[in-house]
């Protein structure tokens, strides 16, 4: 079946760096996308969500983008901090087609000092 | 309760004795999904419930694994004649309708000995 995201890579930054995590998604009609932190110990928490209606949406420090084209995620983190190290997913959603939550693979953000 | 609630937190048990891990979801929600994790992995789809709909059990890794959902609201996740590789964390998630973000507990770790 279709999926989303890659195996699991790692991303070293600098704190204060601005960092970029990626996710390819399969499925192209997919219709709402969500990407999740997850800190040592911890569930997965919700950060930002995008509907495919939209090639952007900004937090605060972070934005995600969507590329329908290339179907690929990204998750913008401005001014990357020692709390941002984490592992971050990615997750799709297709309506009418069971409504499920379908996860990537997941990055490790590690943020250096 | 405010969260997803699961329990209990850490687990460990003899190969081949049955476990059961519990989730008390967010009061109200209609959707929840376990997942399994193993160390430093990403989430790995179990079974999702959604109502009173028959839930998707396509992740289910083997027979010896099921969950039901009573009610609508608490869910337990049952490993029968546990094995080694059954070690990980079980996330349990709820949402409070289909195609919407899940929030997730803090698991449940499992360790088989």
């Known amino acids: 079946g279709e999926s989303v995201g890659l195996h699991l890579p790692t991303l070293s930054v600098q704190e204060g760096d601005n960092s970029i995590i990626n996710c390819a998604y399969s499925?192209?009609?997919?219709?709402?996308f969500i990407w999740y932190k997850q800190e040592s110990g911890k569930g997965p928490q919700f950060i930002i969500d995008i509907r495919s209606n939209m090639d952007k949406r900004q937090g605060q420090r972070v934005t995600v983008l969507l590329n329908k084209t290339v179907k690929h995620l990204s998750l913008q983190i401005a001014a990357t901090q020692p709390g941002d190290s984490a592992v971050y997913f990615c997750a799709e959603i297709k309506y009418n087609a069971g409504n499920m939550l379908t996860f990537g693979g997941g990055t490790r953000l590690m943020v250096k000092p | 309760g405010a969260g997803v609630s699961q329990s209990p937190s850490n687990k460990v048990t003899e190969k081949g004795k049955d476990v059961e891990l519990r989730c008390d979801p967010i009061?109200?929600?209609?959707?929840l999904y376990w997942y399994r994790q193993s160390l430093g992995q990403g989430l790995e789809f179990l079974i999702y419930?959604?109502?009173?709909?028959?839930?998707?059990k396509s992740g289910l890794p083997s027979d010896r694994f099921s969950a039901e959902r009573t009610g609508g609201s608490v869910s337990t996740l049952t490993i029968q004649r546990t094995q080694q590789e059954d070690s990980a964390v079980y996330l349990c998630a709820s949402s409070f309708k289909q195609g919407a973000e899940a929030f997730f507990g803090q698991g449940t770790r499992l360790t088989v000995v």
């Open positions: 419930f959604q109502g009173n709909s028959a839930p998707d």
């Open positions: 009061s109200g929600h209609t959707a």
């Open positions: 499925n192209s009609a997919s219709d709402y």
